[in-house]
């Protein structure tokens, strides 16, 4: 079973009801594949498998163009229009985009020598976010994501008719969120520009019970903004764990909603799930029932580097040798006997403190339990006697001092190289275009210094 085939399906039942709702725009599904229709005749002079990038902003728009694609049997290329021309310029080469669509529907051809080994089931092409260095291209195949749909109903507290998802389209999340609402015959909710005030006007014009996809970031902005949520259902959250304070204060405002959060990523959807915070303290939950992992290189705390096999895997990285069954996740992870998973953070982001090896996203985890703090990250700075320190920054109403952290730190359990030499208190965090705090810009921002860090405070 093919995704175009789902959605076809639905169109076929839907026919004049909405599919799409962007700001004050909408579509029908007959609508829809009709329009679709007219921008495949414009890429019927170019041949199957072709790989066409789209890097449009619009959401409805840039829809259009994905089907149309698949209505050729074409790969969409799902690029982030925020890129500069140079950077687009940059991925076509490296991956032999041959057509290119942008804002405007213009369609540029691309004549490269090389053409890329595609396998017959996938379904497009996504990017890495590309925060450290060019984004690598991955390939999503149909099943994985019609597996991944299966599991989201399983999830589900009752059923939804709406399926909101007002994060930026090229990044997965929101891109997953759009085409499961079409392949199950659902309205979809988008926004080009995240608004609480806006997508709740378009939400309360809609009386049907929704699912949200969101990201933690757009969550914090739902509850500072008091957002009417009355017609929701459940909300799917990823990208970060939700803090103990988040969780509460939200289940307070909206005690009738179910929060699911999952651990996955880009290239192996869903891993973990913890459906209302009944997951242990510290853990991301318990596997989804067909993953599969492997923790190797483990310490003495069965600490290690995280390894994935499921049926909702991606096909491997454009240019790249197939990979094998199991996918390096990239993170330091441990799993009990009761399938539930902790994570420890990014391989990349390991400190070691005096020879110790320090994980940052433990800090995090139980300083986002204190009640001063909002936001946090931890960050390292190298240190003549101990290699490296750990240095939080962090936004709350009030000035922490070292001692309160030290002592709340070794009251959770944590050791003395665990805890931050320097605390730093900002105004605001710098942000990935997903949402979720920009770690490498956050380092990166501090180590310059000077006036350029001095922006945050």
Known sequence: MKILDLIKEQVSLKQTENAIFIEDESISYKELWEESEILANKLSYYPEKVMIGIAIHHPLQFIKWYIAALMNKQIPCVVDANLTNEKLNELAHIYSIQVFVNDANDITYMKHSKLNNVPDDILHIGFTSGTTGTPKAYMRNHDSWIKSF?????????????????????????????????????????????????????????????????????????????????????????????????????????????????????????????????????????????????????????????YVKSDMTFSGYLNEEMREDWIKIGDWASITEQNELY???????????????????????NLLKCDEIEELIIISEKHEKFGEIAVLIYKGQVELTYLKVKNFLLNCGLSRYEIPSKLIKVNKMLYTSSGKIARHKMKSTYDLGGERWNQLL
């Open 150 to 306: 299966e599991y989201n109903e399983q999830l589900m507290n009752a059923y939804s008719q709406i399926i909101v998802a007002p994060g930026p389209h090229a990044h997965s999340l929101s891109l997953y969120a759009l085409i499961f609402a079409l392949s199950s015959g659902r309205g979809f909710i988008g926004q080009r520009n995240f608004n609480a005030q806006s997508l709740e006007k378009v939400m309360n014009n809609i009386n049907q019970p929704k699912t949200l996809f969101i990201v933690p970031t757009i969550l914090y902005s739902l509850i500072n903004y008091k957002v009417n949520l009355n017609n929701v259902n459940s909300i799917f959250s990823s990208g970060a764990k939700l803090s103990p304070n988040i969780f509460q204060k939200f289940k307070n405002q909206y005690p009738y909603i179910d929060i699911i959060e999952f651990f996955g990523s880009s290239e192996a959807s869903f891993i973990s799930y913890n459906i209302n915070g009944d997951a242990p303290c510290g853990s991301v939950g318990k596997l989804f029932p067909s993953v599969k992992v492997k923790i190797e290189d483990q310490d003495k705390d069965n600490v290690g580097r995280l």
């Open 343 to 365: 994570l420890y953070g990014r391989e990349s982001d390991r400190l070691i403190i005096g020879g110790k090896n320090i994980y940052p996203e433990i800090i995090e985890q």
